[in-house]
T-cell receptor, first 117, second 111 residues
Framework: GAVVSQHPSRVICKSGTSVKIECRSL??????MFWYRQFPKQSLMLMAT?????????EQGVEKDKFLINHASLTLSTLTVTSAHPEDSSFYIC?????????????FGPGTRLTVL | SQQGEEDPQALSIQEGENATMNCSYK?????LQWYRQNSGRGLVHLIL?????REKHSGRLRVTLDTSKKSSSLLITASRAADTASYFC???????????FGTGTKLQVIP
């Protein structure tokens, strides 16, 4: 089956620093990738949709200047949390859909746990 | 915003019993999916049911969909301790791949 990886799996950083999270589709090309955030004991909330070669589409309430998304290739999307603060501590999960737009199933990465001190 | 709401929020059963989780949603959908998430881990896709389907099976899983009531249920039969996890429904609508997750049910199966 399709595999999506994320790196790093866990990161701890100081307040004010920026953190980059990578999401890779390992054995398929993903024209669209999605970034979710999950706070403890809560559900996944979609942050943005990342399209290869174009600007990401952000959900309402998500600051695009704080959460920079780059989808430079069909197998890689990155999420950069800029000037991270403790309230940004969360579990970030990406998912990828195969090309064609008709595929229903997304393949999820294992997630990245961000802790901002 | 959350599309789906699930109930119960938490469920504790004995090993061997069946577990039923329900999901309600608000708008028209193309399909509904169920995922499992072990604590602090990524998501595992369990099953997808399309809007024109009413029931689907996969191993010990049985999913029903009632589009008139905008609801779905996930039944896990003969539960095992390894089934302990959080279960989320997720809906997809339009021609877009975007899915919206429900609030989740935390299932505990006691050995």
């Amino acid at each position: 089956g399709a595999v999506v990886s994320q790196h790093p799996s866990r990161v701890i950083c100081k307040s004010g620093t920026s953190v980059k999270i990578e999401c890779r589709s390992l054995d398929f090309q993903a024209t669209t990738m999605f970034w979710y955030r999950q706070f403890p004991k809560q559900s996944l909330m979609l942050m943005a949709t990342s399209n290869e070669g174009s600007k990401a589409t952000y959900e309402q309430g998500v600051e695009k200047d704080k959460f920079l998304i780059n989808h430079a290739s069909l197998t890689l999307s990155t999420l950069t949390v800029t000037s991270a603060h403790p309230e940004d501590s969360s579990f970030y999960i990406c998912s990828a859909g195969t090309s064609g737009g008709a595929t229903d199933t997304q393949y999820f990465g294992p997630g990245t746990r961000l802790t901002v001190l | 915003s959350q599309q789906g709401e699930e109930d119960p929020q938490a469920l504790s059963i004995q090993e061997g019993e069946n577990a039923t989780m329900n999901c309600s949603y608000k708008t028209s959908i193309n399909n509904l999916q169920w995922y499992r998430q072990n604590s602090g881990r990524g998501l595992v896709h369990l099953i997808l049911i399309r809007s024109n389907e009413r029931e689907k099976h996969s191993g010990r899983l049985r999913v029903t969909l009632d589009t008139s009531k905008k609801s779905s249920s996930l039944l896990i039969t003969a539960s095992r301790a390894a089934d302990t996890a959080s279960y989320f429904c997720a809906t997809s609508s339009g021609g877009y791949q975007k899915v919206t997750f429900g609030t989740g049910t935390k299932l505990q199966v006691i050995p």
